[in-house]
Each structure stands twice: as structure tokens, then as C-alpha cells.
């Protein structure tokens, strides 16, 4: 509930930055030029979906990078607090309290929390349900890791919520920008034919818009493209961290069965 938050705040404070971008350019030529609002308001009608399409993307796509950092770094800051909490009850040989303290609320971010309790909620289980004697050792062991590969998998997948979708318009939305330029090129050829010449006033309308499109396009990408690369590398960077927690936490189970 708390994402869903984060993630509608981000994208109002999108659309605040779209309304006060629009409603405060000054006028772009100089004296008698157009503003942008004005453009807008002489565009056609495809020119106008265009970049009503392009706005609601740059709303999401500051929503999603806005909410994923957030939970970057709560996750970063709670696992950084768990990780010495969690291997001194190992070493002292709690492990119910180390299980307790992976499934509190205080760690519910944190990547490293649901992977270590993943594997620490099996290998309790194989104790308890005497699994540790009808199985070997070895299949005991298989089973621990199996249950922290499960839950490494499903962790990855929850903090990459949101990033493909990032891709997705920074890919697209210069395309879609360029389609909104084809639209206003064509209005200026338009122009040009229904007035039967080529003066200014006949292609400014179309060039205004080709021109319009094309900003929004960039200007949507640009930033979607830079949050892509920017939470991918925090992905990977969160991958190493559970893979490392992996080891260590079966190592520290090869010990315990040795």
C-alpha cells in the first residue's frame, strides 16, 4: 500500500512539473511568438493525442523511478541494518530468533531479509518435521538451497516491478514523438497547397507542431532511459548481495549438518 503511494506522488509531482512547464514558457520567439500553450491550442487533433499519449507516459514512467527508488533504498538501508542482526543470532545458534527477526516488519524491504528466511524457515522445517533423518545430508542441503534459489528468484522479480516499463518508453517514445512530427509535416504541406504557395504563414502551423512532437518525445525519453540504467545497475548491484547471502547462509548450514 505504502508503494502505491510513493508511486501516485510521483507521478502528481509529474504532472505538476508538465503544468508549470506549460502554463509559465515564456513566449518562444520574441515578441508576437507563440508560447507553448498556444501551440498546443493551434495543433490538430492527432498532434493532440500524440502528446497527450507522451504525457501520460512521462507521468508514469517518473512514477515508477520515483517509487523504485524509494524502495531501492529502503531496501539498501534495512538490509545494511540486518545483515550483523541476523548473523549474530546464527552464531550464537537462535535460529527462531533469526527467523522472527527476518520475517519483522522492520525488515519487510529488505532483499536480504526474505532470502535468508527463506532458506532458514526450510532448513527449521527438515529439523522439525524429521526430515533431517530420513534425508541425508546432502538432500537436506539440496532442499535449503532450492528454497533460497525460489525465493532469490521471486525477490529479483518483485524489485524489477515497474523497470521494464522504463525501457519500454524510453524505447518508444521517440517514435512516438516522431510520429507526431510526420503528423505536423504533413499539415504543412497542407497548408502550402490550400493557400497555393509556400510563404511562412502557410507551413508555420505544421512546423510548430513537427517541431513540439519531436521535444516531447526526447524530452520524455531522455529521463525514462536514464532511470532505466540508473535502477539497473542497483538490480545487479542487489543481485550480487543475495547471491553472496546465498553462500554464506549455506555455507553456515554445511557447518551446522557437518
Known amino acids: 500500500m505504502e508503494v502505491a503511494k510513493v508511486r501516485h506522488i510521483g507521478r502528481i509531482a509529474a504532472a505538476g512539473f508538465w503544468t508549470i512547464v506549460l502554463t509559465s514558457t515564456p513566449a518562444l520567439a520574441q515578441e508576437g511568438g507563440l508560447s507553448v500553450v498556444e501551440m498546443f491550442q493551434t495543433m490538430g487533433t492527432t498532434a493532440i493525442i500524440v502528446a497527450i499519449v507522451l504525457f501520460i507516459m512521462s507521468f508514469w514512467s517518473i512514477g515508477v523511478a520515483i517509487e523504485r527508488i524509494y524502495t531501492f533504498n529502503k531496501a539498501r538501508a534495512q538490509s545494511r541494518l540486518f545483515a550483523p542482526q541476523v548473523a549474530k543470532h546464527l552464531k550464537d545458534g537462535r535460529l527462531k530468533e533469526a527467523i522472527a527477526l527476518s520475517g519483522s516488519k ?25 526430515g533431517g533423518g530420513a534425508l541425508n545430508r546432502d538432500d537436506v542441503l539440496d532442499t535449503v538451497r532450492r528454497s533460497i ?25 521517440p517514435f512516438v514523438g516522431l510520429l507526431g512530427t510526420v ?76
Open 106 to 130: 522492520d525488515f519487510r524491504y529488505s532483499h536480504l531479509a526474505k532470502v535468508v528466511m527463506a532458506g532458514l524457515q526450510e532448513y527449521q522445517f527438515q529439523q522439525e518435521s524429521g
Open 183 to 258: 503528423v505536423g509535416v504533413i499539415n504543412a504541406f497542407t497548408g502550402i497547397a490550400t493557400v497555393g504557395g509556400a510563404g511562412i504563414g502557410a507551413v508555420s502551423a505544421g512546423i510548430s507542431e513537427a517541431l513540439v512532437e519531436t521535444a516531447l518525445g526526447l524530452f520524455v525519453a531522455i529521463p525514462a532511459v536514464w532511470f532505466y540504467n540508473y535502477l539497473t545497475s542497483r538490480l545487479e548491484y542487489f543481485n550480487v548481495e543475495m547471491d553472496n547471502s546465498t553462500s554464506e547462509l549455506v555455507d553456515y548450514f554445511i557447518k551446522k549438518t557437518a
Open 149 to 173: 534459489q525460489r525465493a532469490t528468484a521471486l525477490t529479483s522479480s518483485d524489485l524489477k516491478k515497474g523497470v521494464s516499463a522504463l525501457a519500454t518508453i524510453g524505447s518508444t517514445a
